[in-house]
C-alpha cells in the first residue's frame, strides 16, 4: 500500500487542523507504517526535577501513531485515539529533545493498531513504549 500522504503534507495538516502543537513536533522520516517524529522539549514539558513529564511522552506517542495512520489513509481529521497503554522505563535526558520510532501493527478499515518507542536525542535505549489503537472514520 502506497503513502496516500507525504511528510510535507502530514506537517501542513497538523499545522492547518493542530496549530496548538504543530510547532513542537518535526517529522524527520516516513515510510509505509513507519514514522520517526521529533518532540521539541521546553521548559514546559519539564516536571519537577527536570526531566520530561510522562504527559509529554504520552503526546508524543499519540501524535506518532496518529501520523502513521495519515499517511497511509489520508487527512481524516477525525481519526481517534481509542486504547493506550505506555510504559515509562527509565528517566529522560535531561533537556534533550524526545524522538517516536512508530509502526503501525495493523491497518484495517475500522481500527489501526500501532507501537512507538521513545528515546531521548543521542539515547541508545527507550524512555518509554506505547502501543495505541485508532478509530478510522468510515468512509461516507
Request: net charge negative.
Amino acid at each position: 500500500m502506497a503513502l496516500a500522504m507525504d511528510k510535507e503534507a502530514l506537517q501542513a495538516f497538523l499545522a492547518t487542523e493542530f496549530p496548538q502543537v504543530a510547532d513542537i513536533f518535526r517529522i524527520e522520516e516516513l515510510g509505509e507504517g513507519t514514522v520517526r517524529v521529533r518532540l521539541l522539549v521546553t521548559e514546559q514539558h519539564l516536571r519537577p526535577g527536570g526531566t520530561v513529564s510522562g504527559p509529554t511522552m504520552f503526546s508524543l506517542a499519540d501524535v506518532g501513531v496518529y501520523l502513521a495512520v495519515l499517511a497511509m489513509i489520508g487527512p481524516k481529521a477525525l481519526a481517534v485515539t481509542t486504547n493506550c497503554s505506555i510504559d515509562f522505563m527509565r528517566k529522560p535526558v535531561a533537556g534533550a529533545d524526545l524522538i517516536g520510532h512508530t509502526t503501525l501493527l495493523k491497518l484495517g478499515r475500522a481500527l489501526a493498531v500501532g507501537d512507538c518507542l521513545i528515546y531521548s536525542e543521542g539515547g541508545d535505549k527507550p524512555v518509554a513504549r506505547a502501543t495505541l489503537t485508532y478509530s478510522i472514520p468510515p468512509e461516507r
